[in-house]
């Protein structure tokens, strides 16, 4: 499967505290994307990185990647409690039409 | 104003119907793209368009067939639906960098 695959599955942390979830791919890619998906509704663009770069930052959120391990993080610094939904990495590939998606980390932040 | 719209939201309908979802971009995108999220949350492309001509079927049934009347434009039509369809389907454009997700359609093949 092209499958991307994130981990953890799930996470539940406290608010105010820093979540890190983690995504690995398995081809070469131009970008590497993140988003959001609250419970039963669509999925919002966080944050795209380039496979030339290696750390992006937007607001509280910082993405790094890191092209030898085929892999990325995604931090949320303090975190809220509406920052509580599925987070998801898409990549996609030279000359694909495509993005490849992650299984998706469900974060769970404790008021 | 939404930048990717699809409608309906929510379609409930009986096994053997046929119907359709509509998808809309209003940011100038020439790639649009359905996608599926099973039970399991898992997202999988099912077809890609670009400049109205289909790149990427994967392996679709051809139960699914999409059309591009134009550009920002990429309707899904299902016929004879099996219980096995049941999920929500994404429509999404992009210039090639980020891609913008519509809110999904809750399809429930009943």
């Known amino acids: 499967s092209q499958q991307g695959e994130e981990d953890p599955q799930a996470l539940s942390i406290q608010e105010g505290e820093n979540a890190t979830m983690n995504c690995s791919y398995k081809?070469?890619?131009?970008?590497l994307q993140w988003y959001r998906q609250n419970s039963g509704r669509g999925l919002v663009h966080l944050i795209l990185?380039?496979?030339?770069?290696r750390e992006k930052h937007s607001g509280r959120l910082r993405v790094t990647l890191d092209t030898s391990k085929k892999s990325s993080s995604l931090l949320i610094t303090a975190s809220r409690a509406a920052d509580t939904a599925s987070y998801f990495c898409?990549?996609?590939?030279?000359?694909?039409?495509?993005?490849?998606f992650g299984t998706g980390t469900r974060l769970k932040v404790l008021a | 104003d939404t930048a990717v719209s699809q409608t309906p939201k929510y379609l409930v309908t009986q096994m053997g119907n046929d119907k359709s979802i509509k998808c809309e971009q209003n940011?100038?995108?020439?790639?649009m793209y359905w996608y599926k999220q099973d039970s399991k949350k898992f997202l999988k492309i099912m077809f890609s368009?670009?400049?109205?001509?289909?790149?990427i079927n994967e392996t679709v049934p051809n139960r699914f067939s999409p059309k591009s009347p134009d550009k920002a434009h990429l309707n899904l039509h299902i016929n004879s639906l099996e219980l096995g369809d049941s999920a929500v389907y994404f429509c999404?454009?992009?210039?090639?960098?980020?891609?913008?997700f519509g809110q999904g359609t809750r399809l429930t093949v009943v």
């Open positions: 081809t070469s890619i131009n970008n």
């Open positions: 990185i380039r496979s030339n770069e």
């Open positions: 898409a990549t996609d590939g030279p000359g694909t039409y495509k993005y490849i």
């Open positions: 368009y670009n400049n109205k001509e289909l790149i």
């Open positions: 940011l100038g995108h020439d790639t």
């Open positions: 999404a454009s992009s210039s090639g960098a980020e891609a913008f």
